[in-house]
């Protein structure tokens, strides 16, 4: 079980795997992609614009790691700075207001943890879009497609419906972060990675998602006209829902709920 859920943290950091911009790609068509946070700059780390998905618009946002070096240097490794969360608020809120679905990918490490992130304010921008995105008035659905890490993970994933890909792993911290706080030695990561319960199946038992992608035909057409077919039919389902933001609250309210033991 040790090496099993290691080998998961290995398959999501894949360089070959796809990204939030390949997903993109196959999935929607007409992608305009919109720019910056009206406060500060652009952040390549998270893309964001609007789509259309079958007939009808969407909001889509993706936290994007790049393949190459180059494209990983220029996207920062998928570690987003405060400015990208606020892009992607920006973008929800503008979705809200012209009734847009929004689907997100999210694929990093966790947010950027440079002093000119927390200068900016990183923690204040994902605490916001936690906050916002709770009382979103449309439909949102967030996929885990690589490493879902910590709040820079958790602020784009305040969703109705999360879902994970198979090898796609999803924690409070990284095992490596976690062996080094634990035991002063980051090279017990693959007893780290067990105890986080991290894997798709632990996230499923555990009320933290909703469903879990087979990870067959990964990165061909197969495999994206699946995902488009899934999110088209859930976007219905949801856009039918009444009460949006208050089965939202109930769902995160009933994360990590026991039964109560009567004496």
Request: with cysteine; proline share 3%; glycine share 10%.
């Given at each position: 079980?040790?090496?099993?859920?290691?080998?998961?943290?290995?398959?999501?950091?894949?360089?070959?795997?796809?990204?939030?911009?390949?997903?993109?790609?196959?999935?929607?068509?007409?992608?305009?992609?919109?720019?910056?946070?009206?406060?500060?700059?652009?952040?390549p780390a998270i893309v964001g614009g609007i789509a259309t998905l079958g007939k009808?618009?969407?909001?889509?946002?993706?936290?994007?790691?790049?393949?190459?070096?180059?494209?990983?240097?220029?996207?920062?490794?998928?570690?987003?700075?405060?400015?990208?969360?606020?892009?992607?608020l920006r973008l929800m809120k503008q979705a809200e207001k012209f009734g847009r679905?929004i689907i997100c990918f999210i694929d990093t490490s966790g947010a950027y943890c440079?002093?000119?992130?927390?200068?900016?304010?990183?923690?204040?921008?994902?605490?916001?879009?936690?906050?916002?995105?709770?009382?979103?008035?449309?439909?949102?659905?967030?996929?885990?497609?690589?490493?879902?890490?910590?709040?820079?993970?958790?602020?784009?994933?305040?969703?109705?419906?999360?879902?994970?890909?198979?090898?796609?792993?999803?924690?409070?911290?990284?095992?490596?972060?976690?062996?080094?706080?634990?035991?002063?030695?980051?090279?017990?990561?693959?007893?780290?990675?067990?105890?986080?319960?991290?894997?798709?199946?632990?996230?499923?038992?555990?009320?933290?998602?909703?469903?879990?992608?087979?990870?067959?035909?990964?990165?061909?057409?197969?495999?994206?006209?699946?995902?488009?077919?899934?999110?088209?039919?859930?976007?219905?389902?949801?856009?039918?829902?009444?009460?949006?933001?208050?089965?939202?609250?109930?769902?995160?309210?009933?994360?990590?709920?026991?039964?109560?033991?009567?004496?």
């Amino acid at each position: 079980m040790k090496d099993a859920a290691y080998e998961r943290v290995k398959l999501a950091r894949d360089n070959h795997r796809p990204t939030g911009l390949d997903y993109i790609k196959n999935i929607f068509q007409g992608f305009m992609e919109f720019h910056g946070d009206r406060c500060y700059s652009d952040d390549p780390a998270i893309v964001g614009g609007i789509a259309t998905l079958g007939k009808n618009p969407v909001t889509v946002i993706a936290i994007e790691k790049g393949h190459t070096a180059k494209e990983r240097s220029y996207r920062n490794f998928g570690a987003p700075h405060p400015e990208g969360y606020r892009k992607a608020l920006r973008l929800m809120k503008q979705a809200e207001k012209f009734g847009r679905p929004i689907i997100c990918f999210i694929d990093t490490s966790g947010a950027y943890c440079g002093v000119g992130a927390e200068e900016r304010g990183q923690g204040q921008a994902i605490a916001e879009n936690l906050m916002e995105m709770s009382t979103l008035c449309v439909p949102v659905i967030s996929i885990l497609i690589g490493e879902g890490g910590s709040g820079g993970a958790l602020a784009l994933a305040v969703a109705d419906r999360v879902w994970m890909l198979q090898n796609a792993v999803y924690s409070v911290i990284s095992p490596e972060g976690c062996a080094s706080i634990l035991w002063k030695d980051s090279g017990k990561a693959e007893t780290a990675a067990a105890s986080l319960k991290l894997t798709a199946e632990d996230a499923k038992s555990l009320g933290v998602i909703e469903r879990i992608l087979s990870e067959k035909e990964l990165g061909k057409k197969e495999f994206y006209d699946r995902i488009r077919t899934l999110l088209v039919k859930e976007i219905k389902t949801l856009t039918n829902d009444f009460d949006l933001v208050g089965n939202r609250y109930n769902r995160f309210r009933s994360l990590g709920v026991s039964a109560v033991v009567k004496e």
